[in-house]
């Protein structure tokens, strides 16, 4: 049945698609704020870590505590998103999550404690939990059938892209000024989130149908209100229907739908494998262990390499995702996997063998 909606789903031609990428684009920069943000505990860790020639330095349970201080306070933010942006829509929510972001990027340029250091990643873990919400839901809401799977990989692949400009950025200047210069990206994610319309979905919840219709007509590629009439009466129908079904059931109740809670299990599953997988636990030892094992030279470019492999990846899956569905029309999952998977392996070695006797050579 999802096939065969998609498929009979009006298709608005190349500006409608030129409208959504703009869109997708302009919120992805809050993601790869979220990625340059994840990989900034490394970069400052490996340079204060027991450096007696610093202003200061940290010990290990220090690094320990700093390095956890923005997984402890993600949820918090994720917390108040997911309440603030039912209220005030998912534009503003995206606009006010920079903010936290820009102070703590500046906190951290001028640190010259560790207290301060643990109030700057305070401020960007609550930044990185408030934006998710409603960059996902933004996505979600804004590009048709056709799009919005590409569309969502092209949301996931920006924190790849984060990391791998930061580590590039540690590898040519100090943390301090790698700190100054990403502030410049929360700044910029406000610029271009202010030019793109709200969720048309939020705008008729609210009641406004008419910016609604307007936000609309942005993204079907800044059509008449009368080619996108049949969309906007849709939304309108649907926004009846979950209005009348939260009202008879609750939003709690709803936990107990098969449809809501199944996804929900298999999305907590993926996130604590892919949580693993990505050594999210052990990424605040990466530069300690890297220097035990002999690697103390050009950690930045080895660390800047594997973020690059997975960034690749994600590109590999991207344009994939978007053969297979317009030329090959492939339906079979096991071979769309094994090919990626086969690919992300090239990638990762090769790449990563390459760039780890390049450091050992330069040692």
């Known amino acids: 049945m999802g096939n065969k909606n998609e498929n009979t789903s009006k298709n608005y031609g190349t500006k409608a698609t030129v409208a959504q990428i703009f869109a997708t684009i302009a919120q992805s920069f809050l993601l790869i704020n979220v990625g340059m943000e994840m990989a900034m505990s490394t970069v400052v860790i490996q340079q204060l870590y027991q450096n007696s020639e610093s202003e200061f ?3 290990l349970t220090e690094i320990s505590w700093y390095g956890s201080l923005i997984c402890i306070f993600h949820p918090a933010g994720s917390f108040f998103s997911g309440i603030l942006q039912d209220r005030f829509g998912r534009k503003r929510c995206m606009i006010f999550a920079n903010f936290p972001s820009i102070f703590g ?4 340029c001028y640190a010259h404690s560790v207290v301060s250091l643990y109030a700057s990643t305070v401020l960007m873990g609550l930044s990185i939990g408030f934006s998710e919400g409603p960059i996902f839901s933004y996505v979600g809401e ?4 056709r799009l919005r799977g590409s569309m969502a990989s092209l949301t996931s692949t920006a924190p790849m892209f984060g990391v791998s400009f930061l580590f590039t950025l540690a590898y040519l200047f100090e943390w301090q000024t790698v700190a100054l210069l990403s502030a410049l990206c929360p700044i910029t994610s406000i610029c271009l989130v202010m ?8 705008l008729v919840a609210k009641g406004k149908n008419g910016k609604a219709k307007k936000a609309l007509c942005w993204l079907r590629g800044w059509v008449k209100p009368n080619v996108v009439k049949k969309e906007y009466l849709e939304l309108v129908r649907y926004n009846e229907i979950s209005a009348g079904t939260q009202q008879t059931t609750g939003k709690l109740a709803q936990f107990k739908d098969p449809s809501v809670y199944r996804p929900l299990r298999l999305i907590i599953f993926y996130f604590f494998i892919s ?11 990466i530069s300690k262990i890297m220097t035990e094992v002999g690697i ?14 997975r960034f690749i990846c994600r590109i ?3 344009t994939n995702i978007y053969v297979n569905k317009i030329i090959l029309s492939s339906r079979d999952p096991i071979n769309f996997g094994i090919h990626n998977g086969f690919i992300w392996l090239f990638w990762h070695f090769w790449i ?3 760039i780890f006797l390049f450091t050992r050579n330069g040692k």
């Open 142 to 145: 804004i590009t048709e059938p």
């Open 275 to 285: 949580i693993i997988i990505n050594g999210m636990p052990w990424r605040t030892f």
């Open 105 to 108: 990027w500046i906190l951290l």
């Open 316 to 318: 590999d899956i991207f």
């Open 296 to 309: 103390s030279n050009n950690q930045n470019l080895l660390l800047n390499s594997r973020s690059r492999n």
């Open 195 to 202: 030019l793109i319309p709200e969720s048309p979905i939020w």
């Open 352 to 354: 990563t063998l390459l």
């Open 57 to 59: 330095s940290l010990t």
